[in-house]
């Protein structure tokens, strides 16, 4: 990747498949630097949820494209603690299991969804600093950030850090099936038609499936501080 250092836009984008640690990584890369995080995943967390709520069948592009348009979302960060609600509900925890995740996947591949969300995805950096996560915000939603990082790890050790997730929640599981659903979900982002997972062309890639999440931290930083941001 060329560093772009000194560039006016202030977004730094990590993208990559589920269960990676894009979203641990984000939300401390957002508190050294003190920035804003965008967590784009629990937008179409969101937007699955309220098709739900609202009995929207997910089949149906346009009604799913239209729950999309009129999202009724805050995210309020307070104390270091971020708390999501959907229509004055705190959904914080709900988004994250996985009947959500999975009709979230089976969702975003509509491009009129995707379109629903985009603006609202890139106002999010009008006026402030942002730690962009998801699955295209390099390639796609902010093409022109400074830095890009492209976070990955083998479906195995994916499958196995969403089990110990899910015990410390006290949730049982089955690696097989978590394993199962990673490799589907996988399938369906790198192969959909509108804005598949890849890494972008000026992507910093890490493999993090022998990493300590420490390991990779420092490493970002060290990137970010190259950049200059």
């Given at each position: 990747?060329?560093?772009?250092?000194?560039?006016?836009?202030?977004?730094?984008?990590?993208?990559?498949?589920?269960g990676?640690?894009?979203?641990?990584?984000s939300s401390l890369?957002?508190?050294h630097?003190n920035?804003?995080?965008?967590d784009?995943g629990?937008?179409y967390r969101l937007?699955a949820?309220?098709?739900?709520?609202h009995?929207i069948d997910?089949k149906?592009?346009?009604?799913?494209?239209?729950i999309?348009?009129?999202?009724d979302v805050?995210f309020?960060?307070?104390?270091?603690?971020?708390?999501?609600?959907l229509?004055?509900?705190?959904?914080?925890k709900?988004i994250?299991?996985?009947q959500?995740?999975?009709?979230a996947?089976?969702?975003a591949?509509f491009k009129?969804?995707?379109?629903s969300?985009?603006?609202r995805?890139?106002?999010?950096a009008?006026d402030q600093s942002?730690?962009?996560?998801?699955?295209?915000?390099?390639t796609?939603v902010f093409p022109?950030?400074?830095?890009k990082?492209?976070l990955t790890?083998s479906a195995?050790?994916?499958?196995n850090?969403?089990v110990?997730q899910?015990?410390?929640m006290?949730?049982e599981?089955n690696?097989?099936?978590?394993?199962?659903?990673i490799?589907?979900?996988?399938?369906?982002?790198?192969?959909?038609e509108v804005?598949p997972?890849?890494?972008a062309?000026d992507?910093?890639?890490?493999?993090s499936s022998?990493?300590?999440?420490?390991?990779v931290?420092?490493?970002m930083k060290s990137?970010v501080e190259?950049v200059g941001?």
């Amino acid at each position: 990747m060329i560093l772009q250092k000194g560039s006016s836009m202030k977004v730094i984008t990590i993208d990559g498949p589920g269960g990676a640690g894009k979203g641990t990584l984000s939300s401390l890369l957002a508190q050294h630097l003190n920035w804003m995080l965008l967590d784009s995943g629990a937008l179409y967390r969101l937007c699955a949820l309220a098709v739900s709520h609202h009995s929207i069948d997910p089949k149906n592009e346009a009604a799913v494209a239209a729950i999309a348009e009129h999202l009724d979302v805050k995210f309020v960060n307070e104390n270091s603690k971020l708390t999501i609600l959907l229509e004055g509900q705190d959904v914080t925890k709900q988004i994250r299991t996985e009947q959500v995740a999975k009709l979230a996947s089976k969702i975003a591949p509509f491009k009129k969804v995707r379109q629903s969300l985009l603006n609202r995805q890139r106002a999010f950096a009008d006026d402030q600093s942002l730690i962009a996560d998801g699955r295209d915000m390099g390639t796609i939603v902010f093409p022109d950030a400074p830095i890009k990082f492209f976070l990955t790890a083998s479906a195995d050790v994916r499958a196995n850090r969403r089990v110990a997730q899910l015990k410390d929640m006290g949730k049982e599981t089955n690696f097989d099936e978590i394993l199962k659903d990673i490799q589907d979900r996988d399938d369906r982002d790198m192969n959909r038609e509108v804005a598949p997972l890849k890494p972008a062309h000026d992507a910093i890639l890490i493999d993090s499936s022998d990493m300590d999440i420490n390991d990779v931290f420092e490493f970002m930083k060290s990137q970010v501080e190259k950049v200059g941001l």
